[in-house]
């Protein structure tokens, strides 16, 4: 398999999971590996004004999780059961004394940790939804880190299908769960991304 094709395997693998297997941990050095891929990541203005909080401990994890707003689509679900919360959070953070907006960097640094977690088994779901100032007082942020997202992690026990939308316009985007509990991710056709 040349370059191109792991690229585009990991990214139709790289999928948001919502629920893991809580007995599979992941240590504080795969966490920091992960962080080091978003060294290489391109920056606005090369001011890197990213950072990240991580929260592996069971405690600090008790404190974030029911921060944290899930799976805005799937109305009957209040997210993860204990045993199938995340085993890590990577709070990313703006550095507000160095710029007070990232640009792109952001969705570039969570791709970069996504893949790179993916590529390692794990799992994770980036999460925009959060009281990001409950967040800021429960993980003692100093004031300027302003909280940007929050990427739960952990090794998944859901299975994630993507599926062909219809070429039509109006063509039902939202992703959802079948009975069988599989998450199902209906994506554009390529001919509609082409201008």
């Not at 029911?66 to 689509?73: D, E, M, Q, R, V």
């Not at 088994?121 to 939804?129: L, N, S, V």
């Not at 967040?135 to 998944?156: D, M, N, S, T, W």
Request: aromatic letters at 8%; charged letters at 30%; a negative charge.
């Amino acid at each position: 398999m040349n370059e191109f094709e792991i690229l585009k395997r990991l990214l139709k693998e790289d999928r948001s999971i919502r629920r893991f297997d809580a007995t599979r941990k992941i240590s504080y050095e795969e966490l920091e590996k992960l962080v080091e891929l978003t060294r290489y990541c391109s920056s606005g203005r090369n001011l890197q004004p990213l950072r990240y909080r991580i929260v592996h401990t069971e405690e600090e994890r008790e404190k974030v999780y029911p921060l944290l707003k899930w799976a805005g689509y799937l109305t009957d679900w209040d997210g993860p059961e204990p045993t199938e919360r995340p085993v890590a959070y990577l709070v990313q953070c703006l550095d507000t004394k160095l710029a007070k907006n990232c640009l792109c960097d952001d969705g570039l640094q969570l791709q970069a940790i996504t893949l790179g977690a993916r590529s390692l088994g794990i799992g994770g779901c980036i999460i925009k939804a959060f009281n990001a100032p409950a967040l800021k007082e429960e993980l003692g942020l100093e004031e300027h880190y302003e909280p940007r997202y929050v990427l739960a992690l952990g090794y998944p026990v859901e299975l994630v299908e993507l599926e062909d939308m219809s070429g039509s316009p109006d063509a039902d985007y939202k992703y959802y769960r079948t009975t069988d509990g599989i998450h199902h991710v209906p994506k554009r056709i390529l001919s509609e991304l082409i201008l």
